[in-house]
């Protein structure tokens, strides 16, 4: 269930103020022109408390309410047409049976402001399909290894270009990855504990604040593209 609320609406019934003389019309806000508060805010009811908010973690009770708001993958899959479209990454190829290239976006950043690589996407696809290199905190494996598991699946061929690299073929590789998330490799590196309390995804919205077993506020990305 979500609710949400629209920005200084005029009340219902009420004639709109009009604006006030002036000889020419006022100029449009530029690009850089900032709202001077919270503009809308939006509640969501999931259905438990989750025991991991980490990205690289499974959590049911976050699965479908939390991770496409907070961490974007490599593709996601379009419902409506039964296609797999770019998310992080633009394109995509099959170079072998066994071997996939995904080509990212170059405008993307973290929720600290760092550009996203493909270094950086590497390490968090290793993390979460090499069984040995998984933090059992996060309570259950994460997805993917049901799909794709092993050791340095995945390379950067530069800063923009992931190889992934599979034990067998995998004509449908890019339909399994949309439940891949991503964290941001140095911080978690430095504390891992960070993924779970104050997780750097790249979605649209950062947490500011977890309350267990009442609530999460998060509030809108800055670097988001």
């Known amino acids: ?4 609320c629209a920005p200084a609406a005029t ?17 449009p806000p530029t690009a850089t022109s900032a709202p001077t508060g919270p503009q809308c805010e939006i509640v969501v009811v999931v259905p438990a408390e989750p025991k991991v908010i980490c990205p690289l973690g499974y959590d049911t009770a976050k699965l479908n309410y939390l991770d496409p708001n907070f961490s974007w ?3 996601e899959m379009d419902w409506n047409t039964g296609k797999v479209v770019p998310k992080l990454a633009e394109r995509w190829e099959m ?17 600290n402001g760092k550009p996203i690589t493909a270094q950086d996407i590497a390490w968090n696809i290793n993390n ?12 259950q494996p994460p997805r993917i290894q049901r799909y794709l598991k092993g050791k340095n699946l995945a390379k950067a ?12 073929p995998h004509l449908v590789l890019p339909n399994e ?32 604040k977890r309350v267990i077993g009442d609530y999460i506020l998060w509030e809108a990305n800055p670097y988001f593209a």
Not at 11 to 27: D, E, L, R, V
């Open 1 to 4: 269930v979500a609710t949400s």
């Open 11 to 27: 009340p219902s019934g009420a004639a709109p103020t009009p604006p006030p003389a002036a000889p020419t019309a006022p100029s």
């Open 177 to 208: 990855l949309p439940i891949l998330n991503f964290h941001e490799p140095s911080s978690y590196l430095e504390n891992p504990k960070i993924c779970n309390e104050k997780p750097i995804g790249n979605g649209p919205y950062m947490l500011v």
């Open 95 to 111: 170079v072998t049976p066994t071997q996939w290239r995904f080509y990212l976006r170059k405008d993307f950043k973290w929720q």
């Open 128 to 139: 979460q399909t090499d069984p040995d290199a998984y933090d059992p905190s996060l309570t």
């Open 157 to 168: 061929l530069d800063d923009y270009t992931v190889e992934i690299n599979t034990l067998e």
């Open 73 to 75: 993958g490599l593709v």
